[in-house]
C-alpha cells in the first residue's frame, strides 16, 4: 500500500456483467487497542462496494480480492459527508441567531436544513460513483 492509496479486503458477494460488489469490512484504526472492548468507537462494520470491472467473468463470487481506492478521493467523501454538513448546520445556525431567533428555533431550523442537503448529495450519487472510483488491485 503506497501513501496515496487505501486498501481494503474483501470478498466477492455478487457480479453482474461488468460489475462486481465486494463486501469489506471496515475496522477502526483502534482495532489493536487493548482497551478496545471497552471502547464504543472501536467497531466493525461491514459495507458493500461496488466497483465496476471490465474483466468481471474472470472473477466468482466467493473471491478474496484487495479493493483500492485514492486518499485524496477518501478525503473529498468524508468532506461531503461530515465536514460540509457541520459547516451548513453551523452556518443556518448562526443566520437565524442573528436573526433573533430563539435558540430552540434556531437549532431546529439548523437540523431541518439537513435533509435538503442530503437530498442534493442523493441526487448527484450517479456524478459523485463516477469521481468516486474503487478498483481491484490485480
Known sequence: MTRESIEHEGIIVAKEYQKLSIEITSKSMCGGCNARELCSSADVKQ????????????????DKVTVVGSRRLALYA?????????????????????????DGVAGGMSLAALPPYYLILYTLRNKLRKELIFRIKQ
Do not use: D, F, N, R
Open 78 to 102: 468524508v468532506v461531503l459527508a461530515y465536514v460540509l454538513p457541520l459547516i451548513v448546520v453551523v452556518a443556518v445556525l448562526i443566520a437565524c441567531k442573528q436573526m433573533g431567533y430563539s
Open 47 to 62: 459495507k458493500i462496494i461496488e466497483i465496476e470491472a471490465p474483466s468481471a467473468a474472470s472473477y466468482t463470487i466467493g
